[in-house]
């Protein structure tokens, strides 16, 4: 069945590019594969316009915790670049977007799309896993196989996960 | 709606806030902070903001600055007398993801701004409202000294003191905060400009006027309708006056190209657009027929 309208991201196959509208900028990169990204980004932009980089190989506590400082002091005119495994990428997205950034002031780029978040239905933990739309995976809060469905939750940075198998008797 | 004046004060020179209630009293459709009503004001149909805070009510405030024959005739008004007032409408409601909202206020583009005050304080958002005024010619000033504080910045006068504090203004606010501007066209233009010199996208500024610019009495040209007939507008007359004069009615309330409602479809020919309501995509397949027009080769309508 073809979906037109859906909630589940697409990422190009190339990053997009720098918004010139932007007075100050931020990167995060995540992984080896993001630091090319980050390096064409920081190369597009506007020498003398401020610029943070900050790379990191894994998404960690210290990371978000030093992201979410950068979010404290960022004002409107600010931009935010980020490369890096999908479901790190959207997980700062989220936290970016909670503390008021709007969709356009966001761009970001994909280097894997292998693994996926799911937020259980039923217990609300979010676990991650190698898995596909469509797969089932077993819940790390409660245990229960889950369904991952083709539907994200950008607040969230997860897919939606129900118990599989529910509707046959 | 039918209403009657429930009282009449003297806003500051030249203003006068009234107050609109039911005759027989009652609950006035609630609104979002920002929104107006357009008045039958004589043979004029005005726009005039809500200062109110927008929840349940049982009278509308509404300050209005003598300027034109249906401002004057508003000056007229007496306690009892009858009005007749639109339902509120809303085109600059505050954004509800906001973090923080910075109100920009130029003159009597104050009430608006009073609106999105009293709302910000009730449920309790961040705001900061910056008000440029003349000395004597500030509507609304008390209350808003006591309604917000230290989150009032009043510029009196001094022009040159508003735009740099303007300009400060948007280089410093915190990521997550949208600005709200009503005021005369230049302060728009100016505050236009400057947030987009300092990075604002344009989701995060938010503008009313108080009405299309006066344009000149314009060209006669003549209007094709699909039905082939051809309707003549002479020149100093409103292609929807036309179209009246000719037996066809529109939908029509502020007739200051405003509020939307005489949006007709664009067949052909070259508009010229004067409204503040269609978005530059609409403008090649509508227009707005109570003030915008066409050069001399004229245009197809869809009627």
Redesign the interface.
């Known amino acids: 069945m073809a979906i037109d309208r859906t909630s589940v991201p697409r990422w190009g196959p190339e990053p997009p590019g720098v918004d010139a509208?932007?007075?100050?900028f931020a990167i995060v990169s995540l992984g080896e594969a993001a630091l090319p990204v980050a390096a064409a980004w920081a190369a597009e932009i506007a020498p003398g316009l401020p610029l943070r980089h900050v790379h990191a190989e894994v998404l960690d506590e210290a990371l978000l915790a030093r992201f979410g400082r950068e979010?404290g002091r960022?004002?409107?005119?600010?931009?935010l670049m980020l490369a890096g495994p999908e479901d790190e990428v959207q997980v700062l997205r989220a936290r970016a977007a909670e503390?008021?950034?709007?969709p356009?002031?966001v761009r970001a780029h994909a280097t894997a799309t292998g693994a996926l978040r799911v937020y259980c239905a039923h217990c609300r933990t979010t676990g991650r896993a190698a898995v596909e739309i469509g797969g089932v995976l077993p819940c790390t809060g409660c245990g229960a196989d889950l369904v991952v469905h083709a539907h994200h939750s950008r607040r969230l940075a997860a897919y939606l996960g129900t118990r599989a198998h529910v509707e046959t008797p | 709606m039918r209403l009657v004046v429930l009282d009449v004060a003297e806003a500051c020179a030249g203003v006068r806030t009234l107050r609109l209630g039911r005759p027989g009293g009652g609950p006035l459709p609630a609104h979002p902070p920002g929104g107006h009503v357009v008045v039958v004001a004589g043979d004029r149909r005005n726009a005039y903001s809500l200062t109110g805070d927008g929840g349940p009510a049982d009278h509308y405030e509404i300050s209005v600055l003598r300027k034109d024959a249906g401002s004057a005739w508003m000056h007229r008004l007496e306690p009892g007398d009858p009005v007749e007032v639109s339902a509120p409408r809303s085109r600059f409601a505050p954004v509800a993801g906001a973090r923080r909202h910075l109100l920009v206020a130029g003159g009597i583009g104050v009430t608006p701004m009073l609106s999105h005050a009293r709302a910000a304080v009730r449920w309790d958002r961040p705001f900061l409202l910056l008000y440029g005024y003349r000395p004597g010619h500030a509507a609304h000033l008390p209350e808003l000294r006591e309604l917000c504080g230290d989150r009032l910045l009043e510029y009196p006068g001094g022009r040159e003191d508003f735009a740099a504090a303007l300009t400060a203004a948007l280089r410093c606010q915190p990521l997550g905060t949208h600005v709200y501007v009503c005021g005369p066209g230049s302060l728009i233009g100016f505050v236009l400009e400057q947030a987009a010199e300092a990075g604002w996208p344009p989701e995060r500024v938010h503008v009313e006027r108080f009405a299309a610019e006066e344009a000149g009495p314009g060209v006669p040209f003549d209007v094709r309708l699909r039905s082939g007939r051809r309707v003549p507008v002479p020149s100093g007359v409103s292609l929807l006056e036309a179209l009246e004069r000719a037996g066809i009615t529109l939908p029509s309330m502020c007739r200051q190209g405003v509020c939307g409602e005489c949006r007709t479809g664009l067949l052909a020919g070259r508009a010229l657009h004067r409204d503040l309501y269609l978005t530059a995509e609409e403008r090649s397949t509508a227009i707005m027929p109570c003030v915008s027009r066409a050069d001399a080769d004229g245009l197809e309508l869809d009627l």
Not at chain 1, 21 to 24: D, E, L, P, Q, T
Not at chain 1, 99 to 102: N, T
């Open positions: 509208a932007g007075r100050s979010l960022a004002v409107v005119g600010w931009r503390a008021g950034a709007l356009c002031e």
